[in-house]
Nanobody, 115 residues
Framework: QVQVVESGGGLVQPGGSLTLSCAAS????????MGWNRQAPGKEREWVAL???????NYSDSVKGRTTISRDNAKNTVHLQMNSLKPEDTGVYYC?????????WGQGTQVTVSS
């Protein structure tokens, strides 16, 4: 079992930035990968980014170039830094952790990009 807790969401103006955090209850050395999905109202959930245990990261085309996912191993935490935010980035962001073949999800944190 892995508990996953997101934080850092809020209201941001277009062009602004924010950093989401995801804390895991187990050392992330034992977790295969961690990542983020998001879901806007009325739309399908969309994968955003992931980082594997070796440190390699991947991003969706919609956020590539303005988003960085990183790990803080000492705090068992993954961060998602998003810059140049757009209204279409609005949604509930869910963190996940893959451990022993199962994907554990956080409760989600709301991100709203609006002027």
């Amino acid at each position: 079992q892995v508990q996953v807790v997101e934080s850092g969401g809020g209201l941001v103006q277009p062009g602004g930035s924010l950093t989401l955090s995801c804390a895991a209850s187990r050392t992330i050395f034992s977790i295969t990968s961690m990542g983020w999905n998001r879901q806007a109202p009325g739309k399908e959930r969309e994968w955003v980014a992931l980082i594997i245990s070796g440190g390699s990261a991947n991003y969706s085309d919609s956020v590539k170039g303005r988003t960085t996912i990183s790990r803080d191993n000492a705090k068992n935490t993954v961060h998602l830094q998003m810059n140049s935010l757009k209204p279409e980035d609005t949604g509930v962001y869910y963190c996940y952790a893959d451990y022993r073949g199962f994907r554990y999800w956080g409760q989600g944190t709301q991100v709203t990009v609006s002027s």
